[in-house]
């Protein structure tokens, strides 16, 4: 089975005790990589743009993500 570069949440608890962002996006909120897209109608997407250069991480990745290889924190 071959390495996944990212992993995801299998569930969400309720009641933690960081902030509702955090817990929703997971490490994309503090990464260097991610890029914040809006939509004409109000939703929010994070893209990844390591998927730019390394097609093994999703464009849009599945929140929360909780363990990520290309992690690199905001300056």
Request: charged residues 30%; contains cysteine.
């Amino acid at each position: 089975m071959e390495n996944s570069p990212v992993r995801y949440a299998a569930e969400m608890k309720e009641g933690s005790t960081e902030s509702p962002g955090k817990s929703r996006i997971g490490l994309c909120l503090d990464c260097h990589h991610v890029r914040r897209i809006e939509s004409a109608k109000g939703s929010t997407f994070y893209r990844c743009a390591v998927s730019e250069s390394d097609p093994k991480f999703a464009k849009y990745p599945r929140l929360p993500v909780l363990v990520c290889s290309g992690f690199k924190p905001k300056a």
